[in-house]
């Protein structure tokens, strides 16, 4: 079973300073306070393409436990490691082509992908309008769609086997057998719901943070939110999580 979860949404600025923005979303708590779940980032690699001029980039984002808590009630402890208190891993890729005026990225989980796969795709672009006006236009269009998977089912089914599964449900009338009760679809479901109502919640608070650095941007210009960046930088990581 697969869930996806589909939104549009316009930013009142220009394209170059959305981009810009959505580099700048997790360098510090003090310039987006909506992400201090974010442990650290890295660059992992970075290149302009001659023949296109595309920029392309990867990075790596380690944070909180990506996992809704409710989800890790749902699973037992042998899956969880009997705790929610957990980092994980977002591997992030992007492509920005200044020309044509879009960028495309992609974030996903590389922790709990046996338990749950989330796939976000955003597209970046200025508004459909004739080329004249484009230059006048201050807003840029984002679609963000989010494809959710979860694969426990399978595996539970692939693991019980047809005879266990029946043992499983029989002790289910009597109250026992956690995946009996529940059902391999009945977790997929469980699992994928769940998540994808946290992650509307989430893409509420990203807007926001990015609300904030694109005014900090306005407000203050590049060179002032770079100068904040190395000041929080400097003052060490106690300073910037206060």
């Not at 589909?6 to 810009?20: A, D, E, G, K, Q």
């Not at 393409?49 to 409710?70: E, F, N, V």
């Not at 694109?214 to 960046?229: D, F, K, P, Y």
Request: net charge positive; hydrophobic share 35%.
């Amino acid at each position: 079973m697969v869930l996806t979860h589909t939104t549009n949404h316009t930013y009142s600025h220009p394209f170059p300073t959305v981009t810009l923005a959505f580099f700048l979303r997790y360098c510090s708590p003090q310039l987006n306070p909506f992400a201090s779940h974010v442990l650290s980032t890295d660059t992992i690699s970075s290149h302009l393409d001659p023949d296109t001029g595309r920029l392309h980039t990867t990075r790596i984002h380690l944070k909180k436990s990506r996992l809704p808590p409710a989800v890790m009630k749902l699973l037992p402890a042998s899956l969880t490691g009997g705790t929610s208190d957990k980092a994980s891993y977002i591997l992030e890729t992007s492509i920005v082509d200044m020309r044509e005026g879009w960028m495309a990225t992609e974030s996903r989980n590389l922790n709990f992908v046996g338990v749950l796969s989330v796939v976000e795709r955003q597209l970046y672009a200025m508004p459909k309008a004739p080329h004249a006006q484009r230059a006048a236009d201050n807003s840029t269009d984002v679609e963000t769609r989010v494809v959710f998977r979860s694969r426990l089912g399978e595996r539970i089914r692939d693991r019980l086997g047809q005879a266990q599964a029946q043992a499983e449900a029989a002790a289910s009338d009597s109250g026992g057998g956690f995946f009996a009760r529940l059902g391999a679809r009945g977790i997929q479901r469980s699992i994928e719901t769940l998540a994808s109502t946290k992650t509307q919640d989430q893409l509420g608070k990203s807007r926001e943070g990015m609300r904030i650095i694109l005014e900090r941007l306005r407000q203050t210009g590049i060179m002032g939110v770079l100068e904040l960046r190395k000041m929080a930088s400097q003052r060490g990581p106690e300073a910037a999580a206060h």
